[in-house]
């Protein structure tokens, strides 16, 4: 069992930087591939970074590359969205997903039912 924990959303003006948190409980995190989805008011959850268990393995959609990045300390049981540049079309409920993999080489997948536990979510709001 993984219990997430996010922070560190917030109200941003256009242009500007958060960096999310996500905080695991329990043991083996790096055995986990993780996820940071978002999910916009009317809209579907959808996938915006996946990261391997080691930290090795990770992939972006199109809307995030280059200017979002994943990362994580697997010390610290935590993995972090670095998110600069922001744009109005980036505020959104921010989620982090876990699931527990064969390898921590590989990603987890790219939809909501690939991953097992999920956070509560942090409020991203970014101003125009």
């Known amino acids: 069992q993984v219990q997430l924990v996010e922070s560190g959303g917030g109200l941003v003006q256009a242009g500007g930087s958060l960096r999310l948190s996500c905080a695991a409980s329990?043991?083996?995190?790096?055995?986990?591939?993780m996820g940071w989805f978002r999910q916009a008011p009317g809209k579907e959850r959808e996938i915006v970074a996946r990261?391997?268990?080691?930290?090795?393995?990770?992939d972006y959609e199109d809307s995030a590359k280059g200017r979002l990045t994943i990362s994580r300390d697997n010390a610290k049981n935590t993995v972090y969205l670095q998110m600069n540049s922001l744009k109005p079309e980036d505020t959104a409920v921010y989620y982090c997903?876990?699931?527990?993999?064969?390898?921590?080489?590989?990603?987890?997948?790219?939809?909501?039912?690939?991953?097992?536990?999920w956070g509560q979510g942090t409020q991203v709001t970014v101003s125009s």
């Open positions: 997903a876990a699931v527990r993999l064969y390898t921590n080489s590989a990603r987890g997948g790219r939809r909501v039912q690939d991953y097992d536990y």
């Open positions: 990261i391997s268990g080691g930290g090795g393995n990770t």
């Open positions: 329990g043991r083996t995190f790096s055995n986990y591939a």
